[in-house]
Protein backbone atom coordinates (compact mmCIF):
# COMPACT_ATOMS: atom_id res chain seq x y z
CA UNK A 1 0.00 0.00 0.00
CA UNK A 2 1.10 3.63 -0.59
CA UNK A 3 -0.73 6.43 1.82
CA UNK A 4 0.03 10.15 2.21
CA UNK A 5 0.00 12.68 4.53
CA UNK A 6 1.37 16.13 5.04
CA UNK A 7 3.76 17.99 7.14
CA UNK A 8 5.15 16.39 10.28
CA UNK A 9 7.81 19.06 11.66
CA UNK A 10 10.03 16.32 13.67
CA UNK A 11 6.40 15.14 15.43
CA UNK A 12 5.46 11.81 14.16
CA UNK A 13 3.35 10.56 16.99
CA UNK A 14 0.27 10.60 14.62
CA UNK A 15 2.07 8.62 11.82
CA UNK A 16 3.33 5.94 14.35
CA UNK A 17 -0.41 5.56 15.44
CA UNK A 18 -1.61 5.62 11.64
CA UNK A 19 1.03 2.75 10.57
CA UNK A 20 0.14 0.74 13.42
CA UNK A 21 -3.38 0.92 12.99
CA UNK A 22 -3.08 -0.34 9.49
CA UNK A 23 -0.79 -2.91 10.08
CA UNK A 24 1.68 -1.65 7.55
CA UNK A 25 4.98 -3.17 6.60
CA UNK A 26 8.28 -1.65 5.70
CA UNK A 27 7.07 -2.43 1.88
CA UNK A 28 4.64 -0.09 2.63
CA UNK A 29 5.19 3.38 1.78
CA UNK A 30 4.05 6.66 3.67
CA UNK A 31 4.59 9.86 1.41
CA UNK A 32 5.30 12.95 3.36
CA UNK A 33 5.02 15.80 1.23
CA UNK A 34 7.48 17.60 2.92
CA UNK A 35 8.70 19.41 6.39
CA UNK A 36 9.23 15.91 7.65
CA UNK A 37 11.85 17.84 9.77
CA UNK A 38 14.18 15.16 10.09
CA UNK A 39 17.48 17.00 8.97
CA UNK A 40 16.41 19.79 10.89
CA UNK A 41 19.40 20.47 13.96
CA UNK A 42 22.18 18.23 12.83
CA UNK A 43 22.50 16.85 15.75
CA UNK A 44 21.29 14.04 18.79
CA UNK A 45 17.86 15.27 18.34
CA UNK A 46 17.64 14.67 14.72
CA UNK A 47 19.34 11.19 15.46
CA UNK A 48 16.57 10.05 17.72
CA UNK A 49 14.04 11.15 15.57
CA UNK A 50 15.45 8.73 12.88
CA UNK A 51 16.40 6.39 15.58
CA UNK A 52 12.44 6.17 16.58
CA UNK A 53 11.46 6.15 12.99
CA UNK A 54 13.57 3.18 12.33
CA UNK A 55 11.24 1.38 14.15
CA UNK A 56 8.17 2.53 12.22
CA UNK A 57 6.90 -0.54 10.28
CA UNK A 58 6.91 1.22 7.15
CA UNK A 59 9.13 3.63 4.70
CA UNK A 60 8.78 7.36 4.90
CA UNK A 61 9.09 8.71 1.18
CA UNK A 62 10.02 12.55 2.28
CA UNK A 63 9.31 15.48 -0.45
CA UNK A 64 11.82 18.49 0.50
CA UNK A 65 10.27 20.93 2.71
CA UNK A 66 11.52 24.13 3.71
CA UNK A 67 12.00 23.05 7.35
CA UNK A 68 14.96 20.46 6.67
CA UNK A 69 18.31 20.51 5.48
CA UNK A 70 18.51 19.02 1.86
CA UNK A 71 20.62 15.31 2.67
CA UNK A 72 22.70 16.17 -0.36
CA UNK A 73 24.11 18.92 2.27
CA UNK A 74 24.78 15.98 4.71
CA UNK A 75 28.13 13.93 4.03
CA UNK A 76 26.11 10.54 5.46
CA UNK A 77 23.51 10.44 3.29
CA UNK A 78 24.33 8.35 0.01
CA UNK A 79 21.44 7.81 -3.34
CA UNK A 80 20.16 4.99 -4.71
CA UNK A 81 17.66 4.44 -6.96
CA UNK A 82 13.91 3.45 -5.51
CA UNK A 83 10.83 2.83 -7.79
CA UNK A 84 12.43 4.30 -10.96
CA UNK A 85 13.90 7.51 -9.29
CA UNK A 86 16.67 8.65 -7.21
CA UNK A 87 16.71 8.77 -3.68
CA UNK A 88 19.06 9.55 -1.00
CA UNK A 89 18.91 7.88 2.50
CA UNK A 90 21.35 6.85 5.43
CA UNK A 91 22.42 3.25 5.42
CA UNK A 92 21.78 2.92 9.12
CA UNK A 93 17.91 4.58 8.65
CA UNK A 94 17.22 2.07 5.21
CA UNK A 95 13.39 3.03 5.45
CA UNK A 96 13.73 7.04 5.58
CA UNK A 97 13.72 7.79 1.50
CA UNK A 98 14.23 11.53 0.43
CA UNK A 99 13.05 12.11 -3.04
CA UNK A 100 15.45 14.07 -5.44
CA UNK A 101 13.17 17.10 -6.69
CA UNK A 102 12.70 16.48 -10.57
CA UNK A 103 12.92 13.16 -10.33
CA UNK A 104 10.39 10.61 -11.90
CA UNK A 105 9.05 7.39 -9.73
CA UNK A 106 6.90 5.15 -10.52
CA UNK A 107 4.13 4.93 -7.48
CA UNK A 108 1.61 2.33 -7.71
CA UNK A 109 2.01 2.40 -11.78
CA UNK A 110 1.73 5.98 -12.01
CA UNK A 111 4.18 8.26 -13.46
CA UNK A 112 4.95 10.68 -10.72
CA UNK A 113 7.02 13.91 -10.48
CA UNK A 114 8.51 15.36 -7.48
CA UNK A 115 9.20 18.83 -6.81
CA UNK A 116 10.03 20.04 -3.25
CA UNK A 117 10.56 23.39 -1.60
CA UNK A 118 9.57 26.67 -0.52
CA UNK A 119 9.96 29.81 1.28
CA UNK A 120 10.33 30.29 4.96
CA UNK A 121 7.77 32.92 6.07
CA UNK A 122 9.87 32.50 9.41
CA UNK A 123 13.14 32.82 8.07
CA UNK A 124 13.82 36.14 10.17
CA UNK A 125 12.57 34.50 13.40
CA UNK A 126 14.86 31.79 12.73
CA UNK A 127 17.97 33.42 11.97
CA UNK A 128 17.25 36.31 14.93
CA UNK A 129 16.84 33.02 17.14
CA UNK A 130 19.87 30.96 16.04
CA UNK A 131 17.28 28.65 14.92
CA UNK A 132 18.40 26.70 11.45
CA UNK A 133 17.55 28.24 8.21
CA UNK A 134 18.44 26.81 4.58
CA UNK A 135 19.67 29.23 2.03
CA UNK A 136 18.53 26.24 -0.76
CA UNK A 137 15.23 25.24 0.70
CA UNK A 138 13.81 26.67 -2.71
CA UNK A 139 14.55 24.69 -5.97
CA UNK A 140 17.30 26.03 -7.65
CA UNK A 141 17.99 27.03 -11.14
CA UNK A 142 19.58 23.70 -11.80
CA UNK A 143 16.66 21.77 -9.90
CA UNK A 144 14.18 23.92 -12.30
CA UNK A 145 16.28 23.18 -15.48
CA UNK A 146 16.12 19.41 -14.60
CA UNK A 147 12.57 19.35 -13.83
CA UNK A 148 11.31 21.16 -16.64
CA UNK A 149 13.92 19.20 -19.19
CA UNK A 150 12.51 15.75 -17.23
CA UNK A 151 8.48 16.76 -18.33
CA UNK A 152 9.44 17.84 -21.73
CA UNK A 153 10.89 14.11 -21.94
CA UNK A 154 7.21 12.56 -21.07
CA UNK A 155 5.62 15.50 -23.55
CA UNK A 156 4.12 17.23 -20.29
CA UNK A 157 2.43 14.61 -19.17
CA UNK A 158 2.43 12.48 -15.79
CA UNK A 159 -0.27 10.95 -13.92
CA UNK A 160 0.57 12.33 -10.58
CA UNK A 161 2.87 15.78 -9.12
CA UNK A 162 4.37 15.35 -5.91
CA UNK A 163 5.50 19.17 -4.19
CA UNK A 164 5.70 20.97 -0.83
CA UNK A 165 4.06 24.26 -1.88
CA UNK A 166 1.13 24.96 -4.74
CA UNK A 167 1.01 26.67 -8.38
CA UNK A 168 0.69 30.16 -8.01
CA UNK A 169 -2.97 29.56 -8.64
CA UNK A 170 -4.06 27.43 -5.74
CA UNK A 171 -2.27 29.33 -3.24
CA UNK A 172 -5.03 29.08 -0.22
CA UNK A 173 -5.25 33.03 0.53
CA UNK A 174 -7.62 31.69 3.61
CA UNK A 175 -4.26 30.28 5.61
CA UNK A 176 -2.17 33.48 5.07
CA UNK A 177 -0.60 34.16 8.56
CA UNK A 178 -1.98 37.56 10.40
CA UNK A 179 1.03 40.16 10.19
CA UNK A 180 2.59 39.11 7.05
CA UNK A 181 3.34 41.08 4.55
CA UNK A 182 2.32 39.20 1.49
CA UNK A 183 4.37 41.48 -0.57
CA UNK A 184 7.49 40.55 1.08
CA UNK A 185 6.99 36.97 0.30
CA UNK A 186 9.06 35.26 -2.05
CA UNK A 187 6.38 33.81 -4.12
CA UNK A 188 9.03 32.46 -7.01
CA UNK A 189 8.78 28.77 -6.65
CA UNK A 190 5.24 29.27 -6.65
CA UNK A 191 4.86 31.84 -9.90
CA UNK A 192 7.43 28.72 -11.24
CA UNK A 193 5.11 25.93 -10.72
CA UNK A 194 1.94 27.86 -11.86
CA UNK A 195 4.08 28.22 -15.01
CA UNK A 196 4.12 24.17 -14.85
CA UNK A 197 0.69 23.84 -14.17
CA UNK A 198 -0.26 25.32 -16.69
CA UNK A 199 1.52 23.24 -19.39
CA UNK A 200 0.93 20.01 -17.90
CA UNK A 201 -1.77 17.22 -18.38
CA UNK A 202 -1.91 15.22 -14.83
CA UNK A 203 -4.58 13.41 -13.28
CA UNK A 204 -3.80 14.98 -9.17
CA UNK A 205 -1.61 17.37 -7.23
CA UNK A 206 -0.85 16.75 -4.03
CA UNK A 207 1.08 19.43 -1.44
CA UNK A 208 1.43 20.48 1.73
CA UNK A 209 2.60 23.87 3.42
CA UNK A 210 0.39 25.71 3.96
CA UNK A 211 -1.26 23.42 7.19
CA UNK A 212 -5.02 23.23 5.68
CA UNK A 213 -6.87 20.55 4.14
CA UNK A 214 -8.53 21.46 0.97
CA UNK A 215 -9.25 20.05 -2.52
CA UNK A 216 -9.80 22.30 -5.43
CA UNK A 217 -9.99 21.03 -9.03
CA UNK A 218 -7.39 18.16 -9.31
CA UNK A 219 -4.88 19.47 -6.73
CA UNK A 220 -5.16 18.30 -2.86
CA UNK A 221 -3.40 20.37 0.15
CA UNK A 222 -2.93 18.25 2.98
CA UNK A 223 -2.03 18.54 6.83
CA UNK A 224 -2.78 15.83 9.70
CA UNK A 225 -5.16 13.78 7.31
CA UNK A 226 -3.71 10.58 5.90
CA UNK A 227 -4.98 9.09 2.58
CA UNK A 228 -4.02 5.86 0.46
CA UNK A 229 -2.46 8.06 -2.57
CA UNK A 230 -4.74 8.28 -5.66
CA UNK A 231 -7.58 6.59 -3.71
CA UNK A 232 -10.18 7.93 -5.83
CA UNK A 233 -8.24 8.26 -9.56
CA UNK A 234 -9.44 5.72 -11.78
CA UNK A 235 -6.95 3.49 -12.57
CA UNK A 236 -8.25 2.78 -16.17
CA UNK A 237 -7.93 6.57 -16.96
CA UNK A 238 -3.72 6.40 -15.99
CA UNK A 239 -1.90 8.40 -18.52
CA UNK A 240 0.22 5.95 -20.76
CA UNK A 241 3.21 6.14 -22.25
Known amino acids: MIYITGDM ?25 GDACINFTSDEQDRRLKQRLAGIPVTFFCIHGNHENRPQ ?6 KRTFRG ?27 TIVIG ?8 YRLGNRLPWFEDEQPSAEIKRKTERVLEEQGWRVDT ?42 QKWYAGHFHIEKKIDRLEIMYTNFDIFCHNVPVRNRLQD
Not at 13 to 33: K, N
Not at 117 to 124: H, P, R, V
Request: proline share 4%.
Open 9 to 33: HGRFDRADAFCRRMGTRTQDILIVL
Open 73 to 78: NIQSYM
Open 85 to 111: GSVMYEPEYPNILFAEDGELFDLDGRK
Open 117 to 124: GAYSLDKQ
Open 161 to 202: VLSHTVPSRYVPSEAFLKGIDQSAVDKSTEEWLGRIESRLTY
